[in-house]
Antibody
Framework: QVQLQESGPGLVKPSETLSLTCAVS?????????WGWIRQPPGKGLEWIGS???????YYNPSLKSRVTISVDTSKNQFSLKLSSVTAADTAVYYCARLGGRYYDSSGFVRYYFDYWGQGTLVTVSS | AIQMTQSPSSLSASVGDRVTITCRASQGIRNDLGWYQQKPGKAPKLLIYAASSLQSGVPSRFSGSGSGTDFTLTISSLQPEDFATYYCLQDYNYPRLTFGGGTKVEIK
């Protein structure tokens, strides 16, 4: 069974860098798929932050791109998120997830959906 | 970037009601859309992928339709366990993704 577990500080000071790690078990990241970070501010909706492949190829939400870095460590079977210059607006539950559900769309292109999620971790930005 | 507009943002309904939630994309996305259900304190759970394909284990009262820019999630007969928040997610630009704003389904 694939499991994902987020970890990292629950409290970060404004202007500092938020750092989280997603440890994966039950599946080797090196075997494939994109892996993603998603966040949800308290009482608000879901926001895709970015996705990374085991090769290190990354895609970021344009609204966060200047502050986000996602990296992968295949030796530890984990991937990480760094968000710099945080403010109170970055307070959220942060989820990691696997884009591993494959299907073919109406034009025959391969697409993927999130099939496994971590439980989420709350990060509060406050002094 | 593709924008996803979901409506309504919330609705009140009774057990047994038929509920419809819509999602509109800012450009055509074929059928590259999924619907997720989220309950408080939990990670989202996939209900529908490819706009209309029911995920294994999801009750058949859930259905999805649409292609291009307009999509619909329908719950044919609302059950107590269905009170939750629902999100659409486009994967047309996979692995660049966009969620809709969410629809909270509350008890009337």
């Amino acid at each position: 069974q694939v499991q994902l577990q987020e970890s990292g500080p629950g409290l970060v000071k404004p202007s500092e860098t938020l750092s989280l790690t997603c440890a994966v078990s039950g599946y080797s990241i090196s075997s494939g798929y994109y892996w993603g970070w998603i966040r949800q501010p308290p009482g608000k909706g879901l926001e895709w932050i970015g996705s990374i492949y085991h090769s290190g190829s990354t895609y970021y939400n344009p609204s966060l791109k200047s502050r986000v870095t996602i990296s992968v460590d295949t030796s530890k079977n984990q991937f990480s998120l760094k968000l710099s210059s945080v403010t109170a607006a970055d307070t959220a539950v942060y989820y990691c997830a696997r884009l591993g559900g494959r299907y073919y769309d109406s034009s025959g292109f391969v697409r993927y959906y999130f099939d496994y999620w971590g439980q989420g971790t709350l990060v509060t930005v406050s002094s | 970037a593709i924008q996803m507009t979901q409506s309504p943002s919330s609705l009140s309904a009774s057990v047994g009601d038929r509920v419809t939630i819509t999602c509109r994309a800012s450009q055509g996305i074929r059928n590259d859309l999924g619907w997720y259900q989220q309950k408080p304190g939990k990670a989202p759970k996939l209900l529908i992928y490819a706009a209309s394909s029911l995920q294994s284990g999801v009750p058949s009262r859930f259905s999805g339709s649409g292609s291009g820019t307009d999509f619909t999630l329908t719950i044919s007969s609302l059950q107590p366990e269905d009170f939750a928040t629902y999100y659409c997610l486009q994967d047309y630009n996979y692995p660049r993704l966009t969620f809709g704003g969410g629809t909270k389904v509350e008890i009337k």
